[in-house]
């Protein structure tokens, strides 16, 4: 069955670089089956997705905040990875690995989330 | 800029029948959005509820179902109990890869 599971720092300085990886277990992350995607949650607020990837190579930004994400893969170590730069206050949030179904283009299996603090 | 609205909160008795309802903001939402529904509880990952409209995900009990009425996608919740209290989040699927959420809603069971 497969589960993903989001590691990185709890704790990020304001106009640097957050860096967060996917760790996927029981598939596998060349599957053409899926989108790898990430999605936050800021406190109180609601689920955004910020972007995806897809086996084929091509990844996918949310508009608004396209200029400061990248989104890549290790499959060495069936691990994708999420990197925002120039972070502020506004980018605290939980952080949610999740896969999406290619065709159905839902989000199937979710990370349990990780919370990143943007704080000096 | 693409907005999908739901309603940020509903009330509903135990037994009763809600639907929640996602739109689009330029737009009627249609099958070809793939709409998808998730519910959250304070603290925990979203779960998948519907996906593809109205294709219950697994595991989901027969009481959720989702469906387009009139221009919108509908979560309905047939016989509401205790347990369905939490938000529910509309997903739509906007082609070339990109995904938007609903601002969610808060639902209530009282």
Same mark, same amino acid.
Do not use: H
């Given at each position: ?11 990020? $300085? ?8 996917? =760790? %996927? ?8 089956? !899926? !989108? ?24 996918? !930004? ?27 206050? &506004?980018? =605290? &949030? ?9 065709? !159905?283009?839902?989000?199937? %299996?979710?990370? $349990?989330?990780?919370?990143? =603090? %943007?704080?000096? | 800029? #693409?907005?999908? +609205? ?6 509903? @008795?135990?037994?009763?029948?809600? +639907? ?5 903001? @330029? ?13 959250? +509880? ?5 779960? /998948?509820?519907?996906? @593809? +409209?109205? #294709?219950? @995900? ?9 469906? *387009? ?6 979560? #309905?919740? /047939? ?18 890869? *990109? ?5 969610? /809603? ?5």
């Amino acid at each position: 069955q497969l589960q993903l599971q989001e590691s990185g720092p709890g704790l990020v $300085k304001p106009s640097e670089t957050l860096s967060l990886t996917c =760790t %996927v277990s029981g598939g596998s992350i060349s599957s053409s089956t !899926y !989108y790898w995607g990430w999605i936050r949650q800021p406190p109180g607020k609601g689920l955004e997705w910020i972007g995806s990837f897809y086996y084929s190579g091509s990844t996918y !930004y949310n508009p608004s905040l396209k200029s400061r994400v990248t989104i890549s893969v290790d499959t060495s170590k069936n691990q994708f990875s999420l990197k925002l730069s120039s972070v502020t206050a &506004a980018d =605290t &949030a939980v952080y949610y690995c999740a896969t999406q179904i290619y065709y !159905y283009y839902f989000m199937d %299996v979710w990370g $349990k989330g990780t919370t990143v =603090t %943007v704080s000096s | 800029q #693409t907005v999908v +609205t739901q309603e940020p909160s509903f009330s509903v @008795s135990p037994g009763e029948t809600v +639907t929640l309802t996602c739109g689009l903001s @330029s737009a009627s939402v249609s099958t070809n959005y793939y709409p998808s529904w998730y519910q959250q +509880t304070p603290g925990q990952a979203p779960r /998948t509820l519907i996906y @593809s +409209t109205n #294709t219950r @995900s697994s595991g989901v009990p027969d009481r959720f179902s989702g469906s *387009i009425l009139g221009n919108k996608a509908a979560l #309905t919740i /047939t016989g509401a109990q205790a347990a369905d209290e939490s938000d529910y989040y509309c997903v739509l699927y906007m082609g070339g890869g *990109i995904w938007v959420f609903g601002g969610g /809603t808060k639902l209530t069971v009282l």
